[in-house]
């Protein structure tokens, strides 16, 4: 996969790209990822890239042309004429799994990061094939988000991670929030760790973590629970650990 970022700063990308997982898989060639400075599409004396918006107002405004040359730039290098393109937007459709998982079928991805009040709106009109938000806050700039977005794409990537089942089990991955982990010590200051996973009795400890997993999610996450598909077992399993508590 190829993920060409568009961005004001690309410095802020550099201990992210070469470290952990996304560092290994771009090591590996699994994924390329290119930064464009949004600047050197400009074509005046001073580098302009922002101006005031028009009908007044606070902040200044990213103008169109750096930003639709950048992503011509690309789509000529590329030889195609269209490339899937995201802008970074706290105005997009909330990220998810689901969404991650779909751009991690693309073989390229174009991410654009605002900064300042943001981008002319033709960018998002006639630019951008998506608006995709990392969440219902503000940032300062898509940087942050478009690193979110290449994390939680990259990792899902054929290969990027050592064990496959990880991926599975995960949360968000199916649905629900993953069982709680724990590592050694058995008893750390007094604390055990739950013994039926020092019992090397395989499908108690999967039906355990089963059950917690279905727990965690009602407790925390009530939201995913409604939309999640229990099988029987799962809803055996509720009601087995709401007998054990009341
Ligand atoms: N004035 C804009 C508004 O109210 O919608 C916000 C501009 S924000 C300060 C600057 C840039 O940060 C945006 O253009 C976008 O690229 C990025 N950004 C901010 N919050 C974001 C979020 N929650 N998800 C994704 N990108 C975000």
């Given at each position: 996969m190829r993920?060409?970022?568009?961005t004001l700063f690309p410095q802020m990308?550099?201990?992210?790209?070469?470290?952990?997982?996304?560092?290994?898989?771009?090591?590996?060639d699994i994924v390329d990822v290119r930064l464009h400075d949004i600047r050197a599409y400009t074509h005046d004396k001073h580098h302009i890239v922002d101006e005031y918006p028009y009908g007044g107002g606070a902040g200044m405004v990213l103008k169109p042309e750096p930003i639709f040359e950048a992503v011509e730039a690309v789509k000529e290098e590329l030889g195609l004429s269209s490339v899937p393109t995201?802008?970074?937007?706290?105005?997009?459709?909330?990220?998810n799994h689901e969404i991650a998982r779909q751009l991690a079928h693309c073989q390229h991805l174009i991410l654009i990061c605002g900064h300042y009040e943001g981008i002319d709106e033709r960018v998002a009109e006639?630019?951008?094939?998506?608006?995709?938000?990392?969440?219902?806050?503000?940032?300062?700039?898509?940087?942050?988000?478009?690193?979110?977005?290449?994390?939680?794409?990259?990792?899902?990537?054929?290969?990027?991670?050592?064990?496959?089942?990880?991926?599975?089990?995960?949360?968000?991955t199916y649905g629900l929030?993953?069982?709680?982990?724990?590592?050694r010590p058995a008893i750390y200051r007094g604390w055990s760790v739950p013994s039926v996973l020092l019992s090397?009795?395989?499908?108690?400890?999967?039906?355990?973590?089963?059950?917690?997993?279905?727990?965690?999610?009602?407790?925390r996450r009530p939201d995913l629970i409604e939309k999640a598909a229990l099988s029987d077992e799962d809803k055996r399993l509720l009601s087995e650990a709401f007998e054990i508590k009341s």
């Amino acid at each position: 996969m190829r993920i060409d970022i568009l961005t004001l700063f690309p410095q802020m990308f550099d201990g992210f790209l070469s470290c952990s997982i996304i560092g290994r898989a771009r090591e590996r060639d699994i994924v390329d990822v290119r930064l464009h400075d949004i600047r050197a599409y400009t074509h005046d004396k001073h580098h302009i890239v922002d101006e005031y918006p028009y009908g007044g107002g606070a902040g200044m405004v990213l103008k169109p042309e750096p930003i639709f040359e950048a992503v011509e730039a690309v789509k000529e290098e590329l030889g195609l004429s269209s490339v899937p393109t995201v802008l970074l937007s706290p105005q997009g459709r909330l990220l998810n799994h689901e969404i991650a998982r779909q751009l991690a079928h693309c073989q390229h991805l174009i991410l654009i990061c605002g900064h300042y009040e943001g981008i002319d709106e033709r960018v998002a009109e006639h630019l951008a094939t998506d608006e995709i938000s990392i969440g219902d806050y503000l940032l300062s700039g898509g940087e942050v988000a478009a690193m979110v977005v290449v994390d939680c794409v990259v990792r899902l990537l054929p290969g990027v991670l050592g064990s496959e089942t990880s991926l599975v089990e995960d949360s968000h991955t199916y649905g629900l929030l993953e069982y709680p982990q724990y590592t050694r010590p058995a008893i750390y200051r007094g604390w055990s760790v739950p013994s039926v996973l020092l019992s090397g009795n395989h499908g108690e400890i999967a039906q355990w973590r089963r059950q917690q997993s279905l727990l965690r999610t009602i407790k925390r996450r009530p939201d995913l629970i409604e939309k999640a598909a229990l099988s029987d077992e799962d809803k055996r399993l509720l009601s087995e650990a709401f007998e054990i508590k009341s």
